[in-house]
């Protein structure tokens, strides 16, 4: 697809997000989004109380970009999500793209998005996340179905943003490729999803009682108002993987713990469980009967291992858009294994909590 030195603004479509402490992200966040090839007639930025230098990061990029000269559009700008306070003073006949920063303390990342999108002017809502990098094309691949009167909700493909080596690791153990998404049964997560903003009043809004998991709850609640999501793997978000073995495990006890609040994905956890509680019956019985029997543990590993390996082996042959050097490669493939009992521990001490808090 190649950049016209016009860009379009898409005056129906808003693009919403929620802030909390991002001080670190926001402006490459940022960046990216104001580099889109099309872009949103709205922004709704809902920061949820930060205690860093989020709020005014956020509104001096905004300022500094309203006084570029050159772009195609004026950026109108709020910083209280007041409509009759947005700056208007140009007369020059670009068209505008009016940028709201509403603060909100101590809401949770659905009151926040739920404020945006109720406040928004287009009839199209986009979201994403500050811990993300978004591709350039990405507003455009994002909106292009809505052609389609029967498109009601678009996902995209999420991509892993590595920068160091864990990073990597954990990317191949969580991120399918994008063969590996079934196109049918698609759930896509509010880093990378557009919808009508019908389809939101239809579904009831964000859950807001439930601060993780969250997106995976919405995404049900959408389809059972009887909305089909569709798929676009040409709309691409780059995610950042974790930086360390503590954020990885809080990551995803979260993940878990919203699964169990929002009754969620009860198969997956039960297999999770019985597979725990096999395991250690093996173990056992190696120990106390016989020392034969943790050969079973073989075709085990190979079962537990095998998606991640296969991703490994795609990404060593460089089908991928981060690389591991020589080391890295040797050394992967005993992270991996370790990676993901630690999720899956995670996963399993969050649902039980989940469980026990609801």
Request: hydrophobic fraction near 40%.
């Amino acid at each position: 697809m190649t950049v016209s030195n016009k860009r379009k603004v898409l005056s129906e479509v808003s693009f919403i997000t929620t802030v909390y402490n991002e001080g670190e992200n926001i402006i490459e966040f940022l960046k990216s989004l104001m580099n889109q090839t099309a872009m949103p007639g709205e922004i709704i930025i809902v920061d949820g109380g930060s205690k860093d230098n989020t709020v005014k990061s956020t509104l001096d990029f905004f300022e500094e970009e309203s006084s570029r000269e050159g772009n195609d559009f004026n950026i109108l700008l709020s910083d209280d999500g007041n409509k009759n306070k947005i700056r208007s003073d140009r007369q020059d006949g670009k068209p505008a793209i009016i940028v709201r920063v509403i603060k909100k303390n101590g809401a949770n990342i659905s009151q926040g998005r739920n404020t945006a999108i109720k406040g928004a002017a287009g009839r199209i809502i986009c979201v994403s996340d500050a811990g993300c990098v978004i591709d350039r094309h990405w507003l455009e691949e994002i909106t292009g179905l809505y052609n389609d009167a029967s498109c009601n909700a678009v996902g995209g493909l999420n991509l892993p943003l590595c920068r160091n080596f864990l990073q990597k690791c954990l990317a191949v153990c969580i991120m399918p490729q994008k063969e590996e998404i079934d196109r049918k049964n698609y759930m896509p997560s509010s880093r990378n999803i557009s919808f009508r903003k019908k389809i939101w009043m239809d579904a009831g809004g964000y859950p807001e009682d439930m601060e993780y998991g969250e997106d995976m709850k919405f995404d049900f609640n959408i389809k059972a108002a009887g909305c089909n999501i569709k798929f676009n793997p040409d709309a691409v978000v780059y995610w950042k993987m974790r930086e360390n073995p503590v954020q990885i495990s809080r990551q995803f006890f979260r993940y878990a713990k919203g699964d169990a609040r929002g009754r969620m994905y009860l198969h997956r956890h039960l297999i999770r469980f019985f597979s725990f509680l096999a395991l250690l019956a093996i173990l056992l019985c190696a120990i106390f009967l016989s020392k034969w029997i943790f050969l079973m543990l073989i075709p085990l590993f190979m079962a537990y291992t095998y998606k991640a390996y296969c991703r490994l082996a795609k990404i060593c042959m460089g089908k991928g858009n981060y690389r591991f050097n020589t080391d890295g490669k040797v050394l992967s493939v005993f992270i991996i294994p370790l990676i993901l009992l630690q999720i899956d521990f995670s996963k399993m001490s969050g649902y039980i909590y989940g469980l026990l808090k609801k």
